[in-house]
Structure formats: C-alpha cells, structure tokens
C-alpha cells in the first residue's frame, strides 16, 4: 500500500512526563503537515494543558497511539531515528538531521518511518536506542544544547517538511530499487536469532556478553538491510543450526 510522505512519518515520545509538551509536540507536528503521534508509556495526557497547548491540533491527540513498549510503537517501520543528547560508553550512527530528512523522503512510498524523541530528562536508554537504525542531531550550541521536547519535534518536523516540499529523491534518474527495506519486526526476529546461534556456537556467552550485542546491532545497523539480506543472512544461520544438528546425531 501506497501513502503519502507525510503519512507515512511516526513521531514516538517515549514516555513523556508533562501533559504539555505532548500537546505543544502535536501542534508542532501539524504545522508541518504531520499527524501520526506515537505515546510509550504516557504521562496522564487527556487533560486541559494538554488540548490548551495543542492550539487546535487536537485530531493529532485524538488520533495518537498508546503503547506500552517502545518496540510495539515501531514494528512496521522501516527507518527508525532515535533523538536524544544522552552521553554513551558505546558510540551509536549519529546522522545530521537535514541530510536524514532527504533520505526519508527518499525511501519507497511504502514504507513507514519513525522519528523517536527521548524522556525530557534522560533521554533514551542505551537498549531503546538499540532499536533506532541510528541517531539523529540537531545542531546546537555547545555551551547550552538543551533542547524542549516540543521544540526538538518542531525542528525535525520542519526538516521533514522541507525534504518533502523538495521532493529529494537519492535515486535520482536510476532504476528504483524494488527490494525493500527490511523492517523494525523482520530486524529483530534476524538479530534474536543471531544471538541464538552465537550462543549455541559458543561465540556468545549469555552471562557475560558485555558489548558484543550493541556491537552486532550498530554493525547491522549501519548495513540498512534489506528484506532479501534478512532472508539470506536468516538461511544462512539456520545453515548453521542444521550442521549442528546431523553433526550431533552422528
């Protein structure tokens, strides 16, 4: 199925602890066009701060989605950005924004997008971000980079809107490519069993995998697979399991 640029981009707030910055995130979103909202574990927000904030986006609060786990709000995504200034032993793809928003706007139109924004104070945890293909910045000054949450939407929102009144397009005059990007759900069936063969293999041990997970996640992450690498890599495992199997029946 065919949709529109616009309906096809998510913004997720994760857990979202003030009423008002969900209703001023909404009103930033229509501004630009945009209408599908995502809450992970929201704060209490039909309230009158909240609609008082959203200054007439309220179709865009009454439209939102409730869920509670971050990974339920993203399983039909093909792209997933995280946003969040959080400082991380383990270094995760940072892409700045404005050339990000291009390459949303250039992926096939069925495919579905998500833009993830952080808690308030903390941001996102290390595992959340595990589930973002990469992490976006927004261009701030060093001395004073804290950014509202709304105001964080407002600025990815309008980058969004200009890639699509732009109509960028990274293919340009070539033949498009009809494999599609695999998606969040197919990602993480590939990466549990992964783990599992690296378990069985003893390459992985359960009890003290330190990094070698992020580390797997963020090398898979920067490859952008598609639907027919999944297939292949996922043969390829199950090659494994099978060789295991007749070599122990031997």
Not at 191 to 212: C, I, N, S, W, Y
Request: glycine share 6%; with cysteine; aromatic share 6%.
């Amino acid at each position: 199925m065919h949709h529109a640029f616009e309906d096809r981009v998510r913004f997720v707030l994760v857990e979202p602890s003030h009423a008002g910055n969900i209703g001023a995130a909404a009103r930033a979103m229509k501004t630009m066009g945009f209408s599908r909202l995502a809450l992970v574990k929201p704060c209490r927000y039909n309230s009158y701060e909240c609609y008082a904030r959203a200054s007439g986006a309220n179709d865009v609060l009454d439209g939102a989605t409730s869920h509670e786990f971050l990974h339920e709000a993203i399983a039909d995504c093909s792209m997933v950005l995280g946003t969040s200034a959080r400082e991380r032993t383990l270094s995760w793809p940072v892409e700045p924004l404005r050339e990000t928003a291009e390459r949303c706007r250039a992926l096939p139109d069925s495919q579905q997008i998500a833009i993830v924004f952080g808690r308030e104070r903390s941001g996102l945890t290390n595992e959340e971000l595990g589930l973002c293909g990469a992490q976006l910045t927004i261009p701030s000054s060093d001395s004073f980079s804290s950014l509202n949450l709304a105001a964080a939407v407002q600025v990815v929102a309008y980058e969004l809107r200009c890639a699509s009144l732009a109509n960028v397009s990274s293919h340009g005059d070539s033949e498009p490519d009809r494999d599609e990007p695999a998606n969040h759900q197919d990602l993480e069936r590939f990466h549990a069993h992964l783990q599992a063969v690296m378990e069985q293999t003893g390459f992985l041990d359960p009890d003290q995998p330190r990094l070698l997970v992020p580390r797997v996640r963020r090398l898979f992450a920067r490859a952008e697979l598609k639907v027919s690498e999944v297939q292949l890599l996922r043969g390829f495992l199950s090659s494994i399991e099978r060789a295991r199997r007749e070599s122990s029946d031997k």
